[in-house]
């Protein structure tokens, strides 16, 4: 009886911390942004919540993978906001347990797609969804698996992630509504929200792994750099980031998608003052205030956009 309870423990104890290694709080930003996303092609409620669950579960899988081949740059440096990877700590988690879980994750994502996404079965879904999530995978394991580890690669790690969630998100998510991809001019829209989203996201976790990545041998775009390029390249995009989302948010409201919204104005002034406060100090905790504050910006601002967007939901629904 001991060891059949030394062996529940052991599998809980697993889970957890493949729990942990998946990072679920980045699981949650981009499954909010994908909701944005499938709120703004104004898709059925089912595709509405196969979004938001999909990119939570490709997610899941895809920082797994990240996380396996970051334990040795996370034991030198845990970050503060995000959860401390398990296998920098005595863990019992082993690379086929890793390989399993991920196979699980992208695997729920069949039945899932297939029961609540509309017409999916139709020939033309089926193929430009197999299309689609096959430059997604291709894309998570580019990114971190050596020997190609684009994200130890300068400008590849940025152009990567702008792959996977620049373009892989909208066209994803324009594959789950009723007909075979929503318009094109949605899909257009749906990527520059992701890229002004993840581009103002990305760049500080590169300036708070910066010595640590050093020190690995990592040349991210940050590493080629140097560290006061990579800061005001950094606080350039931001700058760019508040500007586009507000250029964004203005042509929203006059196509008559999102009724008055000052919150980018608000918003941005907060993303400005921490970029201020990154030149200013010039270390690691000004890169990592400005993370927090990105993070907090973009979740608040999706959040009201959900708001502000209700009314025309409303009409769109019949509701």
């Known amino acids: 009886m001991r060891k059949e309870n030394i062996n529940v423990l052991t599998i809980r104890k697993c889970i957890w911390q493949l729990l942990l290694l998946s990072r679920p709080e980045w699981g949650f930003i981009f499954s909010q942004v994908a909701l944005m996303v499938a709120l703004l092609y104004q898709l059925p409620i089912g595709s509405l919540i196969t979004?938001?669950?999909?990119?939570f579960l490709f997610s899941m899988g895809h920082f797994s993978l990240n996380g396996y081949y970051d334990k040795q740059s996370d034991a030198l440096n845990p970050r503060g906001l995000s959860l401390r990877n398990p296998l920098t700590n005595s863990s019992q988690l082993q690379?086929?347990?890793i390989i399993i879980w991920i196979i699980l994750i992208w695997t729920l994502l069949i039945p899932l797609n297939l029961i609540m996404v509309p017409n999916s079965l139709s020939q033309q879904k089926l193929f430009l969804g197999f299309i689609t999530f096959t430059i997604g995978m291709t894309g998570s394991i580019l990114y971190s698996v050596p020997p190609f580890k684009f994200k130890a690669r300068p400008i590849l790690d940025i152009l990567v992630t702008f792959l996977i969630v620049g373009l892989f998100i909208p066209f994803f998510i324009g594959l789950l509504g009723p007909s075979t991809l929503v318009e094109f001019n949605l899909i257009g829209l749906g990527i520059i929200l992701n890229i002004i989203l993840i581009s103002g996201i990305h760049l500080p976790t590169m300036l708070i792994d910066f010595d640590t990545d050093q020190k690995i041998g990592d040349k991210t775009t940050a590493v080629f750099l140097g560290k006061k390029k990579a800061r005001y390249l950094t606080a350039s995009i931001v700058i760019i980031r508040v500007f586009l989302l507000i250029v964004l948010n203005?042509?929203?409201?006059n196509i008559g998608i999102l009724i008055s919204n000052w919150t980018p104005f608000i918003l941005g002034i907060i993303e400005i003052i921490a970029v201020y406060n990154l030149l200013s100090r010039q270390d690691q905790e000004g890169a990592l205030l400005l993370y927090r504050t990105i993070i907090i910006t973009s979740g608040g601002g999706a959040v009201i956009f959900g708001l502000l967007y209700s009314?025309?939901?409303?009409?769109?629904?019949?509701?």
């Open 311 to 319: 009314p025309a939901l409303l009409v769109a629904y019949g509701l």
């Open 51 to 55: 979004s938001s669950v999909s990119i």
């Open 250 to 253: 203005l042509h929203l409201m």
């Open 95 to 97: 690379k086929h347990h």
